[in-house]
Every structure is written in C-alpha cells, then in structure tokens.
C-alpha cells in the first residue's frame, strides 16, 4: 500500500499535537524506552527586535538635527545695539546659505583681537559690496538714493542724526549698523565685514 508523504506528515502532526513535552522526548528518543528520560531546558528566545526600533528612531533624529544645524543657526540676542526691532535675551533663528540682501538682518560671526575666539553678533545690512553709503544730519544715502529707516526709532538715533560721512564698501564685504544706531558698535567703528563672517539671514524673531 502507497501511502502519501503528506498523510503521514499530517497523522504525526495530530499525534504530537496532544502530547506532553515528556512524552514527545519519547517518542523521539525509543532506545530509551524504560529508562528516565532526560529533560533539557528550555530555551528562552527573546524577540529584540523593539531594539531595531530605537536605532532607527535615533539614527532619524541624529540626520534631522544634522540637517538642522547644516541650513539653520540659532543665536540668543545679548546686549542693546539692536532694539527695538530686537532685545536683549530674544533668540533668533538665521538661515544659512542665503542671499544678502540690502536691509537684511544677519548673524556675522566676529573676532574682538586678531587670533582670538569668535562671538556671533547681529547687526542689519546696510551696503552691499561697491556701494556708496552717505550719511547726511542721520539720513541714509546709497549709491545717492535716500532710505527712509522706520525700524529705528527717534530716541535711539539723537547722535546719529548729528554725523555726516560717507564710505565706499569693499569688494566681497557688506557694511552692518545697530537698529540703537547711539550705542551700537558696528562697521562704523570696526569697519565692513566680509561676506564669508556671515553665518546666517534672521527669517525667526523679533520685529522685520
């Protein structure tokens, strides 16, 4: 009589379906038959596979915060020279990589001594690389057009409105001045900074 592979598959599938973990050592084990069979232990199997989870949850936040700091900078306000638009203790989100513009606010990275470490400060631009900045009783010329700067306000531009200058900004630089044009120190004292000190165009903070 032929019997199929699969009945007989199946038949001690149903028989060891039922049985003790004892009785299938049995089974398994017929030269044994009358003598004490011997159990060994049983091996837990742990399922790490949570632990795959957390890596990759990591390794996302890891590449987020990379990129985060690879487009962005963020810089907390420390001192006067910028108010009102902004003030001392407010932070201020910069992109980096990004166009200068003329009356942008940006964070330029600046070095008080020759070979000493660098400070972040925030300034807004004034002049792009080949313009003429005038200033005349405190009004604002560049390359010969007059601005009309709202975002200082009256009390803190008294001896800024009493100076006449004017300056041509280098190649590859960008002239910065203080909102608080009485009290900011700024390319008027330490004169233009040059295009690679700018680490970032404010788009997060304050006022425009």
């Given at each position: ?11 001690l ?54 990129a ?39 964070v ?79 390319s ?18 304050g006022?425009?």
């Amino acid at each position: 009589m032929i019997v199929s592979y699969r009945k007989v598959v199946d038949d001690l599938k149903n028989n060891n379906s039922n049985m003790s973990r004892e009785e299938k050592l049995k089974s398994s084990l017929p030269h044994l038959d009358g003598q004490e069979v011997p159990m060994f232990p049983q091996i837990e199997v742990k399922d790490d596979s949570y632990k795959w989870v957390w890596y990759i949850v990591t390794a996302v936040v890891l590449m987020l915060f990379a990129a985060f700091n690879y487009l962005f900078v963020v810089v907390k306000v420390d001192g006067r020279s910028m108010e009102s638009t902004l003030t001392s203790g407010q932070f201020v989100l910069a992109k980096r990589h990004e166009e200068i513009k003329r009356f942008d606010i940006v964070v330029l990275s600046e070095r008080e001594e020759e070979g000493g470490d660098e400070k972040a400060v925030i300034k807004r631009v004034i002049g792009l690389p080949g313009d003429t900045i005038t200033v005349i009783d405190g009004n604002l010329y560049v390359n010969e057009y007059k601005y009309n700067e709202t975002y200082i306000q009256k009390k803190n531009r008294v001896k800024f409105d009493n100076v006449d200058w004017t300056l041509k900004v280098p190649d590859e630089s960008v002239f910065v001045m203080g909102d608080n044009r009485d009290i900011s120190k700024d390319s008027r004292l330490v004169g233009s900074f040059r295009l690679d000190a700018v680490k970032g165009v404010k788009v997060l903070g304050g006022k425009d």
